[in-house]
């Protein structure tokens, strides 16, 4: 650990074996999104999830964490985020946010993507949530490049957001490599803290969660559960992003994010797989 704010640097080894562990959560992802249908439960995602990330070698980061009983978060609706997988029925049309964590050799990858349950038409407002955090996510990680300090991040994630969307300030982003959370905190909103300088070794899970209506969350009784105050419905992106001497490489993208940040102008540079 190296800095005031006990930063983990990682090398640029360091950071292809975390690309492995991405890509495992990106398969996993990606299974979940090709089960997602009405009818199906969220412990059944959660199953599809765990069996990827042990099939490829790896092993849940959720799992047991803090005592968390599952391998996804999902969060479905008004949920926000630590949605524990259950016995819960998906419907169609339903706003379904699925985060995912994984550990290859040591090291983690963390991603979240939010989705419409297919199988009815969905709500254009809900589409419009859902790209508009995906966006808000890319614009955050743009500026892991572009900007100077650790707060250009949050500024440029309230910048797109705008007033269009109640933006959650209780939960971030974080810091990610031998522990699945590692300094720093990465806020989703403008401070003026401005925070460690953003410089080469850095690897930081961006993750904005955005609501229909207002900011304001509450923890259900379960106390992982996070859901909004005004019952509207919310949506959570999430990608785990390394900064090294030639730019950005997302760990958790297949593609590595080439097409998102090249057209934001920023550096894409991976380091190979």
């Known amino acids: 650990m190296i800095g005031q704010r006990k930063i983990q640097y990682k ?18 992802l990606a299974a979940v999104e090709r089960a997602l249908a009405p009818g199906v439960t969220t ?8 069996d990827h990330i042990r099939s490829h070698g790896a092993t849940p980061s959720f799992l047991g964490y803090q005592g968390y009983p599952a391998s996804l978060c999902i969060s ?27 550990i290859v050799e040591g090291w983690h ?38 900007g100077e300090r650790l707060n250009a991040i949050g500024a440029a994630v309230e910048d797109f957001v705008a007033d269009r969307y109640g933006l959650v300030e209780e939960y971030g982003g974080h810091g990610i490599g031998t522990t699945m959370h590692q300094d720093p905190h990465v806020l989703n909103y403008r401070t003026r803290d401005k ?3 953003l410089k080469a070794g850095m690897c930081l899970a961006i993750e904005p969660m955005l609501t229909a209506g207002g900011a304001a969350t509450k923890v259900l009784a379960d106390n992982w559960t996070v859901v909004t105050t005004d019952g509207r419905r919310a949506a959570h992106w999430e990608h785990s992003v390394a900064l090294h001497e ?9 593609d590595g994010g080439r097409p998102q940040l090249e057209s934001l102008g920023v550096r894409f540079a991976p380091l190979g797989d």
């Open 195 to 197: 925070g460690p300088r």
């Open 11 to 28: 090398t640029p080894d360091q950071m292809r074996v975390m690309r492995r562990a991405g890509l495992v959560v990106a398969g996993a």
């Open 246 to 254: 030639g730019g950005l490489w997302v760990l958790t993208a297949v």
């Open 109 to 146: 990858g963390d991603a979240a993507f939010s989705a419409m349950v297919p199988g009815a038409e969905p709500d254009p407002d809900d589409l419009a949530l859902v790209a508009a955090t995906e966006q808000a996510m890319w614009h955050g990680i743009a500026a892991m490049d572009s």
């Open 76 to 102: 479905v609706n008004d949920e926000v985020v630590h949605g524990i997988p259950g016995s819960r029925v998906l419907a169609a049309a339903d706003l379904i946010s699925v985060d995912c964590g994984a």
């Open 43 to 50: 412990e059944q995602l959660d199953a599809v999830a765990e």
